[in-house]
């Protein structure tokens, strides 16, 4: 079974505020996107489970037009805390690269 990193064309994290972080699954093609957009990867509850977040805050937008995924989803503590190890989100997607995709 294809890994996430094996079937998007591009992956990336980004602050959505102090308060969120967005990722960002981009793919090649139309084909390879209608075939993955919906795989358990982008499931809200997979989502949370991987950040150790609730999942029902997880949001999920679909972008045909772009080949896009889009989730966003909240930081477990907010940005610029004493705690924080990643200030601008821009690590956050490596935990995704090995999901499997059905």
């Not at 950040?51 to 966003?72: E, Q």
Request: hydrophobic residues 40%; positive net charge; contains cysteine.
């Amino acid at each position: 079974m294809p890994k996430l990193s094996e079937v998007c064309h591009h992956v990336r994290s980004k602050n959505a505020g102090p308060f969120w972080i967005t990722l960002d699954f981009s793919f090649a093609d139309q084909q390879a996107f209608d075939r993955y957009c919906n795989a358990p990867a982008f499931d809200p509850a997979t989502i949370g489970q991987t950040m150790n977040v609730d999942a029902s805050l997880v949001k999920v937008f679909r972008v045909p037009k772009l080949r896009v995924v889009k989730v966003s989803y909240p930081r477990r503590k907010p940005q610029g805390g004493m705690l924080e190890r990643d200030m601008h989100g821009g690590q956050q997607y490596v935990r995704f690269l090995d999901l499997e995709m059905a």
